[in-house]
């Protein structure tokens, strides 16, 4: 998920055997009026500070990388013009996912379940039969939603020497 903690393990997903949210995403669309897509480039300032504000410096970051992609490796959710949340993949490393946040007022609605199976769906796009989400706090969710399984022996993983900022 970006920038994890050094304690904090990796997990691995099958792409080929992802879930197909499209009925939820579709109900999502209709009822709230939620609209799951590709970010785009005129939109990397408006994301990238959104994400330093709502989440993190280090997520921030790893968004810029996403709009340095060509197509831009981030989807977002939105409504009308207000952003609810994200996720994007292929940022600090290759064939992983993460970074991903949303509102904490819009969680427990689904969103974050239609922006994960997306992002990890870019990733099967760009021909991974695997995914890595990396830097994982609490796993459950993840198996439960994508059957991704711990990875043995990667705490720490691409984080483990990352700069961190002094409080």
Known sequence: M????????????RLYDLPNVSELEKSLLETEKIIFRNA???????????????????WASEMEVAFARQPVTCIVAHQGNEILGFACYE??????????????SYRGKQIGKVLLIKALEGLKNRGYAYGIIGG????????????????????????????????
């Not at 050094?6 to 997990?11: K, S």
């Not at 500070?49 to 989440?55: L, V």
């Not at 459950?140 to 900022?165: C, D, N, Q």
């Open 2 to 13: 970006g920038a994890g903690g050094l304690n904090m393990q990796d997990m691995l997903v």
């Open 136 to 167: 994982v706090g609490p796993h459950e969710y993840y198996e439960k939603t994508v059957g991704a399984f711990l990875i043995p022996h990667s705490e720490g993983g691409v984080y483990k020497h990352l700069l961190r900022k002094e409080d």
């Open 40 to 58: 785009i480039a005129p939109e990397k300032h408006f994301l990238v500070a959104w994400t330093k504000a709502h989440f993190s410096q280090y």
């Open 91 to 104: 940022t600090t490393a290759r064939g992983f996912f993460g970074p991903t946040g949303v509102l904490e």
